[in-house]
Antibody
């Protein structure tokens, strides 16, 4: 069974930084695309970033390019999201997600999420 | 105009069928796109339901009942999630998603009420 556990969320001031982590188990982590998706309070889902199993490919939604960095440590079955220059509009629950497709990076397994609050 | 547009809400009766639409922006033809569908209940993460591109290119997540199915309406330029035999537990938010240029994009979601 896929298990994804996010951590690292919290309250940060505008302009500040935060590093989210996601610990994975129950599947072969290094084989899978991993994704971060966020959801602002009471709003819809927004894809944030994705990374290939071997880390060789990454991509980001335009609004976070140059500020967020996705990375992974396959030896520790862990996914990360380094978030810098945080803005009020980045406040959301951030979900870590895995993909079991061999032909797509679409999220299939999801964690419970970690809440990021950006406020002074 | 967003890439994917969903009606904000839909109501249907128990036992009836509900057709949730996901319309692609004018100028983007739904034909080549895989449309993914997710269900989200309050306080829970989304759950992957299925994906549909054509009858020969579709996938149903394990454990998802067969009363959930995907299709397309080419004339409406839309992907469709059909839920038949509605049950109270189907009340949830439903999101469609597709891959456009280099990004995954979600629709705004449809809140399905079963009453």
């Amino acid at each position: 069974e896929v298990q994804l556990v996010e951590s690292g969320g919290g309250l940060v001031q505008p302009g500040g930084s935060l590093r989210l982590s996601c610990e994975a188990s129950g599947f072969t982590f290094s084989d899978c695309w991993m994704t971060w998706v966020r959801q602002a309070p009471g709003k819809g889902l927004e894809w944030v970033a994705k990374i290939k199993g071997d880390g060789s490919e990454k991509d980001y939604v335009d609004s976070v390019k140059g500020r967020f960095t996705i990375s992974r440590d396959n030896a520790k079955n862990s996914l990360f999201l380094q978030m810098n220059s945080l803005r009020a509009e980045d406040a959301a629950v951030y979900f870590c997600a895995s993909s079991y497709f061999s032909d797509s990076s679409a999220p299939t397994g999801w964690g419970q999420g970690t809440l990021v609050t950006v406020s002074s | 105009q967003p890439v994917l547009t969903q009606p904000s809400s839909l109501s249907a009766s128990p036992g009836a069928s509900a057709s949730l639409t996901c319309t692609l922006r004018s100028g983007i033809n739904v034909g080549p796109y895989r449309i993914y569908w997710y269900q989200q209940k309050p306080g829970s993460p989304p759950q992957y339901l299925l994906r549909y591109k054509s009858d020969s290119d579709k996938h149903q997540a394990s454990g998802v009942p067969s009363r959930f199915s995907g299709s397309k309406d080419a004339s409406a330029n839309a992907g469709i999630l059909l839920i038949s035999g509605l049950q109270s537990e189907d009340e949830a938010d439903y999101y469609c998603m597709t891959y456009h240029t280099t990004a995954w994009v979600f629709g705004g979601g449809t809140k399905l009420t079963v009453l």
